[in-house]
């Protein structure tokens, strides 16, 4: 399975600021004509959230909990998404993970839009 494996997660104080990116130089979703990319987290005895994406690349969707506070964002020269996650508080904390797949006909913030997830990262925000 194809994995990509986000970076920049740690620990921050509630109204803080972390910074997540991934790289998916390895992959070449973004040269189809229509794929997704995504930000999805899972914390504790919950189900996997999908938090932030991109559908091919001009259309972005974040889920409700994070709108104004957490920005998706792609540099196709250097073939890195970002999450920039801004007044961050407890219920943030979470595993974070980053997916890409071509698309299937599905909400890319839907976790049934993708195969394979990595490892993740953690974030941690305490009050």
């Known amino acids: 399975h194809l994995q990509i494996l986000p970076s920049g997660g740690g620990s921050a104080q509630a109204g803080g600021s972390l910074t997540l990116s991934c790289d998916y130089s390895?992959?070449?979703?973004?040269?189809?004509?229509?794929?997704?990319m995504a930000w999805f987290r899972q914390a504790p005895g919950k189900e996997r959230e999908g938090v932030a994406a991109?559908?091919?690349?001009?259309?972005?969707q974040y889920t409700e909990s994070v709108k104004g506070r957490f920005t998706i964002s792609q540099d196709n020269g250097t073939s890195t998404l970002y999450l920039q996650m801004n007044m961050l508080n407890p219920e943030d904390t979470a595993m974070y993970y980053c997916?890409?797949?071509?698309?299937?006909?599905?909400?890319?913030?839907?976790?049934?839009?993708?195969?394979?997830w990595g490892q993740g990262t953690q974030v941690t925000v305490s009050s």
């Open positions: 390895e992959y070449i979703y973004s040269r189809l004509s229509r794929y997704c």
């Open positions: 997916a890409a797949n071509r698309f299937l006909g599905i909400s890319c913030l839907s976790p049934m839009a993708y195969k394979s």
């Open positions: 991109f559908d091919s690349g001009d259309r972005t």
